[in-house]
């Protein structure tokens, strides 16, 4: 983004308190707590019912931000900074996502309704994002200040859209759809949620409908209702698993925890397998494969990639309980559409005969409590829950329409009592809005899991993929590196994503690690950085591609080639530019030529170098003579042997800082794990590791004990001392030990004391409330790898690849 004031004055209608003929911004913030603010920051100071963000101006500027959109000038501060008034910051907003939005021209999906948005934007972003550079809505940003945030976040990289819009009132999706202008439609459902914001039905259903006016497709469940409302010139795609008259038709059959769908399209009749049964998710995924089909996709890689889709965690959860009970935590909404949408969830649960359902006062659902307590005594009785805890005021007041049914005012009352109640071999569904902060009672029924874990958030890989895919040139091609174990993060999953999102090549160590993605069925070209020679006989069995950085190494290679009477297999010439590691120097390239002229059983398909600085400033001259003696040597061999191979010397960080070298391919290491040495890079990406752990023991100590081998840590006053089942087997530095690290306990910092053992360390978590069973964060976000290998002295490199492969590795996405 690179926008002048001066345009900007014009489409938001401002009236400006300076000669603003200059001014540029690149940046649009909301968050005055954003440490992304900078003097070319556009900050709207937005005001709401309970917060007016023209009070944090002043601290604002003093942070340097130079440029704000006000109401009105705070009081001695005319003079200091590009202020441009409006009469509505918020409309301000809007306009100017709308306007950014027109200045690219790129499909845009649009999804609104009154459930399931959230998930069919992530699950479109998994079907679609192999072949389009997405950007869509962060999280659930789909309400008036969401939108225009998410939009803004455009670049010239993307090339589709996947936007969603919430309302909650008549006159919201007229702005929203200025803003997001899709050209294809989904609408998901007309559920409860929000009634009292309608008069009635109908009019709710006009309202949403306005996201579609100008659509070219609006993809929707076929339902008359609805239907009746759609404008004659906007054309449908419509499913349906009742009316055969719908564009697409569908039946469903279960088998054990996974559904069959028999999908009639046209002419077409094919069955796609989805890893649901229930029909929220069913009908989630209808609209997805609609969107697909009506975007040109053939049936088998619909089929392929519907089948591989997951459960969205950002609503409703699966989690083990105590007592060998099934938690469904659906802990932050409390609607009744969605009510019987978790009842429906519940119902697919099979583990255990008895069923609790724990659920809290329902809001938004336009009905009289009376009817609404009707309605919801009879889904409770149509789905046999054994159980019912009621906690709210309204609710408690109903608890006689439930069978078995209790009644708590508060969370807070039901608590007390926990301990007295009985949850044994059941499925208990917790069900209530943000309001009543159910999660309480979640901690309270999870079973606590007593083991040491490395959590890998796969999207975040995704988005930081994506990330350096921006910053590519259109033709460059991309390695990632998944060698020393995935950098400790697991490489087969890893190389799974990697090969969904159609990298070109993977790079790893030593041939065991190819050997072993190819077992796991990873198909993608696998380069071999290290191969030692004894390993060219199993490199060529299992079709991986070797680095050659000697004429012994190659004279080998060349060797057992020609005896299994190969041709043009593929090898890569690593050529030495100043890293002094490994490489052909510039005096043997002559007869590394000739050798290679001689012996057609070999190919050369790409050469490279690797960079030794690219990541320091100061070692940028040597840094561009590396650049330079690789393109003359390289150009050498291409020209004496008549070839043009790939060419690729970028690192992670020169990906960044010498864009003019990505040559034909570049290499992408340690920043896919949200580990850059750039600050501004770091901010972009996610962190992708977690290592947990657990308290184990906590005990108090008096003055004068010690802790640990060596007794290296001497208590001075009386302190808690916890012990947590990690050490230095497990991957973690002594030297992080007896006060130079922590870890992070219930938010808080609590320093490790005394050496770090084997397979234990210890903190002080005097001050902190924590209990044994307590998780402990040993790395992710605080601390960072990159914060423990600056103390250390060392690099992230080492602090990812050192944890041990007896902490397990645990895959997920949000």
């Known amino acids: 983004m690179s926008i002048s004031l001066q345009n900007i004055i014009s489409v938001i209608h401002a009236k400006s308190n300076v000669d603003t003929s200059s001014g540029v911004i690149d940046h649009v913030s909301i968050d005055s707590r954003s440490l992304q603010n900078t003097n070319k920051t556009l900050f709207f100071a937005l005001v709401g019912p309970n917060h007016d963000a023209h ?11 130079n440029n704000f959109v006000v109401t009105y000038i705070p009081d001695g501060l005319n003079d200091k900074a590009n202020f441009l008034i409006v009469d509505n910051t918020l409309i301000a907003l809007q306009n100017f996502a709308s306007y950014y939005r027109s200045l690219f021209h790129f499909p845009v999906i649009g999804i609104t309704g009154s459930n399931g948005k959230t998930i069919i934007k992530e699950w479109l972003n998994f079907l679609l994002s192999p072949d389009y550079n997405i950007i ?104 349906s698993t009742n009316d055969k008259s719908a564009d697409v038709f569908y039946q469903k ?22 890893p649901f049964t229930d029909e929220a998710s069913v009908e989630n995924s ?48 409390s609607d009744f559409q969605s009510l019987k949408i978790a009842l429906d969830f519940l119902e697919n649960q099979k583990q255990h005969k008895k069923r609790t359902l724990i659920l809290s006062d329902i809001f938004q659902s336009g009905l009289s409590d009376e009817e609404l307590y009707s309605r919801v005594s009879h889904l409770i009785i149509s789905h046999k829950i054994s159980r019912v805890i009621c906690i709210g005021e309204t609710i408690s007041q109903y608890k006689n329409k439930f069978l078995n049914a209790i009644s708590f005012l508060s969370t807070d009352d039901f608590i007390t009592v926990f301990e007295s109640m009985e949850f044994v071999n059941e499925t208990i569904l917790i069900k209530g809005s943000r309001h009543f902060e159910f999660e309480k009672i979640v901690s309270l ?11 890998i958030n796969l999207n975040s890989i995704s988005h930081n993929l994506n990330f350096y895919k921006t910053k590519l040139h259109s033709k460059t091609k991309l390695m990632v590196m998944v060698k020393a174990f995935g950098y400790g993060s697991g490489s087969y999953e890893i190389a799974k994503l990697l090969a969904h999102h159609k990298v070109d090549y993977l790079g790893v160590a030593f041939a065991d690690e190819g050997i072993d993605l190819r077992k796991a069925g ?59 590691r490994l490489g052909f120097d510039s005096e043997v390239i002559s007869e590394l030529n000739s050798i290679l002229r001689k012996h057609p059983s070999v190919q050369v398909k790409s050469i490279l170098s690797h960079l030794a600085s690219s990541d320091i400033p100061s070692h940028k001259a040597f840094t561009e003579k590396q650049i330079a003696d690789f393109e003359r040597d ?9 070839i043009k191979p790939i060419r690729h010397i970028c690192n992670t960080s020169g990906i960044t800082n010498y864009p003019e070298a990505q040559y034909d391919m570049v290499r992408l290491g340690i920043g896919l794990y949200g580990v850059s040495n750039d600050e501004d890079e770091t901010a972009e990406l996610e962190n992708v590791g977690t290592l947990k752990s657990v308290l184990s023991q906590i005990r108090t100590l008096k003055q004068g004990e010690s802790v640990g081998y060596g007794r290296r840590f001497m208590v001075e006053k009386e302190s808690k001392i916890a012990t947590i089942p990690i050490g230095y087997a497990d991957g973690i530095s002594r030297h992080w030990g007896n006060g130079i690290g922590y870890v992070l306990i219930n938010n808080h910092k609590a320093p490790i004391v005394g050496s770090i053992c084997m ?20 790395f992710g976000k605080d601390p960072s790898v990159s914060l423990i290998a600056a103390a250390l002295n060392t690099i992230p490199y080492e602090i990812l690849t050192s944890i041990s492969a007896r902490v397990k590795r645990v895959f997920y996405r949000e």
């Open 55 to 65: 009070i944090y101006i002043e601290d604002l500027i003093s942070k340097g931000v």
């Open 759 to 778: 397979d234990m360390l210890m903190v002080d978590v005097t001050g902190i409330n924590c209990f044994e069973g307590n998780e402990v964060i040993i």
């Open 286 to 333: 209808m609209h997805c494969i609609l969107t697909m089909l009506y975007m040109k996709y053939d049936l088998e890689t619909i089929e392929n990639r519907v089948s591989q889709l997951f459960p969205v965690e950002m609503r409703l959860k699966v989690k083990n309980g105590i007592n060998n009970c099934t938690l469904i935590d659906d802990s932050y909404s």
């Open 522 to 580: 990873i198909e993608l070209p696998i380069m071999v950085m290290n191969p030692e020679m004894t390993s060219f006989p199993a490199i060529i069995q299992y079709q991986l591609e070797p680095e050659i950085y000697s004429l012994k190494g190659l004279r080998a290679f060349i060797k057992i080639a020609e005896q299994k009477e190969l041709n043009g297999y593929p090898i890569h010439i690593k050529i030495n530019t100043g890293m002094n």
């Open 634 to 642: 390289s150009s050498k061999m291409m020209n004496e042997l008549n």
């Open 136 to 239: 869509r809505s962060p999280k659930s940003y789909n309400s008036q200040v969401g939108v225009p945030l998410s939009v803004i976040a455009i670049n010239e990289n993307h090339n589709l859209g996947i936007f969603e819009a919430g309302i909650s009132t008549n006159g919201e999706m007229a702005h929203l759809q200025k803003i997001i202008n899709p050209t294809i439609g989904i609408l998901t459902n007309i559920g409860t949620a929000h009634d009292e914001g309608f008069s009635d039905i109908s009019h709710k259903i006009k309202e949403k409908l306005r996201l579609f006016s100008e659509v070219e497709i609006l993809i929707l469940n076929k339902n008359k209702t609805i239907e009746a409302f759609i404008k004659p010139e906007i054309k449908t795609f419509t499913w």
């Open 445 to 455: 029924l999870e079973e606590k899991t007593h083991e040491t874990i490395l959590e």
């Open 253 to 274: 059959k279960t088998l054990g925890d996974y559904s069959i769908l028999n999908v009639t399209h046209q002419d077409n009749c094919f069955q796609i397998r989805i």
